[in-house]
């Protein structure tokens, strides 16, 4: 996919927390594929489950993987890895979203401490093992750092953990946080330069995580100063930044569904793999030269002449 941290500053209280981060579909094979992607169970004609195997730039898209195909036929008997750690983004992320805003009044993100503990960083990380088992390096790197991240915010709020009884003041608890998030900002700013070669919804999604972070490491900084209005309203519009990337991590996760449950609707993704970008090359060049084809004057047959001269 995420993705930064949330938090929850009011007037009255200060206090922060954390989210979650990114995509696709993918096969199973068992004894043999059959035509139309099919899978058969062998002597039978019943369809054990349907398979999808995605090569060349569907590949690409889909697993956000720069090369045509996986680097391992263990893919074959797994299923959509990409998927779960998009959903776990989505989902995490949205609620951590409504919170940053304070909506309906909530300003207390004590909640979303079992969400990133057992949804965004576990099934983070459950996604990273999985993506690094295909030889997926981009998408096993993100989805691994991401689950650093989650594990991370939430032992920071875990009471059990004393992390922040053990700073002397809450000015330096939380001018440590706005370091911790700006760091992070810095790895999904890199994250966001590599995500050039995969495609458009995937940038978006990394574009607005990069501005929640640097949004939520300077309203952290300036609770640390005791500038609790202009916090709130960082905090706020940092919300709103996560927001608009978990709806984007929502289209991508209905991306992939879709094509895994083999839908006839195919949601478009901004392909920007090398792969993807030939194709599509070569497919306006076809369209070009049968255009042009049928642009010339079709010759008269001879038939036709001597008809004319009959007649």
Do not use: C
Not at 161 to 170: E, H, K, S, V
Not at 247 to 259: C, I, R, S
Not at 273 to 279: A, F, V
Request: hydrophobic share 45%; charged share 15%.
């Amino acid at each position: 996919m995420d993705s930064t941290t949330p938090i929850s500053i009011s007037k009255d209280q200060t206090e922060p927390i954390t989210e979650a981060m990114m995509s696709p579909t993918h096969p199973t094979s068992s004894n043999q594929v059959w035509p139309n992607n099919i899978q058969y169970q062998a002597g039978s004609s019943s369809p054990l489950r349907r398979v999808i195997t995605p090569v060349g730039a569907e590949y690409e898209a889909l697993y956000l993987d720069n090369k045509e195909r996986p680097s391992t036929d263990f893919w074959k008997q797994l299923g959509n890895m990409t998927a779960l750690g998009i959903a776990v983004f989505a989902v995490s992320n949205t609620m951590i979203a409504m919170i940053l805003m304070q909506f309906r009044g909530v300003t207390h993100t004590n909640i979303y401490v079992g969400q990133l503990w057992f949804s965004g960083g576990l099934g983070s990380f459950i996604t990273a093992i999985f993506e690094l088992l295909i030889g997926n390096t981009f998408a096993y790197t993100v989805f691994g750092a991401f689950t650093g991240y989650y594990f991370s915010i939430a032992a920071v709020f875990t009471p059990a953990f004393g992390i922040q009884a053990a700073y002397p003041t809450n000015e330096e608890f939380f001018n440590a946080l706005s370091i911790f998030y700006y760091a992070y900002d810095i790895l999904f700013l890199v994250f966001l330069i590599a995500s050039l070669r995969t495609n458009v919804v995937f940038i978006w999604i990394l574009f607005f995580v990069v501005l929640t972070g640097a949004l939520l490491g300077a309203s952290f900084s300036k609770v640390g100063e005791g500038q609790l209005e202009v916090a709130v309203q960082l905090q706020k519009a940092s919300g709103a930044m996560l927001f608009i990337a978990s709806m984007a991590g929502w289209y991508l996760l209905a991306v992939q569904l879709f094509a895994a449950n083999e839908f006839n609707i195919k949601l478009p993704v901004g392909d920007l793999t090398r792969t993807g970008m030939l194709q599509r090359k070569a497919k306006r060049d076809e369209e070009a030269a049968a255009a042009t084809i049928r642009s010339r004057p079709q010759p008269t047959s001879e038939l036709s002449v001597e008809s004319i001269k009959r007649d």
